[in-house]
């Protein structure tokens, strides 16, 4: 007699093994992904600490943190290069503990580019074509239209070795969308690349996800990287998810301390309340600034942490009954932006972007200069 669970696990293994499919013009989309109490632990240490997380079809999701917060590990739990030791992974609702990883159908790109050397450039793209026994014609025309779409075909007779390492991430991600797949996990594929390359692969990589609509996990420790490319952000800290949401809405309203100063530059201000007005309040910081500012909640206490982003910082020629007096510490020309750092009467020292414009020029170090800011630029963090 056939074991129950045998059976299952080959019907949910025919379910994941995906076959060459057609792009998004005939309705293939990413699959849905529902991670649930999920534990990985190595000893006493739990890299992956009781995690929960539900992705949409066709969703780009990003999971950010720093180095240690646990997503690459989440990511190898669901590629399956490492095994549950808790919790359960679904994929369009059906779990794939028992699915070994070439099964799952997922594609995938890494940080090392890992592409044959002794292979041509159409050869790897090609690769988990002829795995697959797709047959001659359909792989070359696949291969055909994937180097197309990530500008490679001038390049589908080099080597490798040949290629500059932008082009050859292209070529690892060609070779991990060839197939279609519905869904792709990418770990940390830019960071060895310079700044504007990296820019560059980033929109490429937001416009091939509109074109094949396969759902994307991708891990960054890149904030900026984040920000630019994914429908939603997972910070990740300490094997948990601290907050999920939307770029805009992580970085305008973080939830914690934490993603305050992880997700972006950030000014975080110690206030006393003097006065609640529905979700506004009226605060006076330790130099005796006062203002006003967004919370979503009523802190239980009368002194909070108050978030100002650099560029909302507004700089004044004169003094007012609005505005807080700064001494300059230090200025810095960076092409489109200025930098520059003050302090407060009260010793808090406040960083400030403002956009390089005509007559604009730096202020010398030890001037003074007079900021302000509004409700609607600062968040009471919870």
């Known amino acids: 007699m056939v074991d129950t669970a045998a059976r299952r696990s080959s019907r949910t293994e025919q379910t994941l093994s995906i076959p060459v499919q057609e792009t998004r013009a005939q309705g293939v989309i990413g699959s849905s992904i529902s991670i649930r109490e999920v534990v ?37 739990l669901l590629a399956g290069f490492q095994r549950l030791d808790g919790g359960e992974i679904l994929i369009d609702g059906k779990p794939i503990h028992n699915v070994p990883t070439h099964r799952r159908g997922f594609g995938m790109v890494f940080q090392s580019y890992a592409l044959f050397p002794n292979m041509t450039v159409a050869q790897n793209v090609g690769f988990p074509l002829r795995m697959a026994g797709v047959d001659r014609a359909t792989s070359e025309r696949r291969v055909a239209e994937t180097l197309e779409m990530m500008r490679l075909s001038e390049h589908a007779k080099k080597a490798p070795t040949e290629m500059s390492g932008g082009q050859q991430q292209r070529v690892a991600i060609a070779r991990a969308i060839v197939m279609r797949p519905k869904i792709v996990l990418m770990d940390e594929p830019l960071s060895a690349l310079d700044r504007r390359l990296r820019e560059s692969i980033q929109i490429e990589i937001r416009d091939l996800h509109q074109r094949i609509g396969s759902t994307i996990l991708f891990v960054t420790h890149d904030q900026s990287e984040a920000l630019t490319m994914s429908d939603r952000i997972a910070v990740m800290d300490a094997g948990h998810i601290v907050q999920f949401g939307r770029p805009t809405e992580i970085y305008r309203h973080p939830e914690s301390r934490f993603v305050a100063s992880f997700v972006g530059e950030s000014n975080l201000i110690e206030a006393d309340i003097l006065q609640k007005r529905g979700t506004t309040m009226i605060l006076r910081s330790r130099s005796g600034y006062v203002f ?91």
Not at 46 to 69: H, K, Y
Not at 347 to 361: H, K, N, Q, W
């Open 292 to 382: 006003q500012a967004e919370s979503r909640s009523a802190p239980s206490e009368d002194h909070v942490t108050v978030l100002v982003r650099p560029e909302r910082v507004v700089l004044h020629e004169s003094a007012s009954d609005a505005t807080a007096s700064t001494i300059v510490v230090s200025s810095l020309f960076l092409g489109e932006m200025l930098r520059i750092e003050v302090e407060m009467a009260g010793g808090e020292r406040l960083l400030i972007r403002c956009p390089d414009a005509p007559g604009r020029s730096l202020p010398p170090v030890g001037s003074r200069l007079h900021v302000s800011w509004g409700a609607e630029d600062c968040w009471v963090l919870s």
């Open 40 to 76: 990985k632990a190595y000893g006493t240490f739990r890299a992956a600490d009781r995690i929960s997380l539900e992705i949409q079809s066709g969703e780009f999701v990003t999971l950010l943190g720093p180095s240690g917060s646990g997503k690459t590990t989440l990511l190898n």
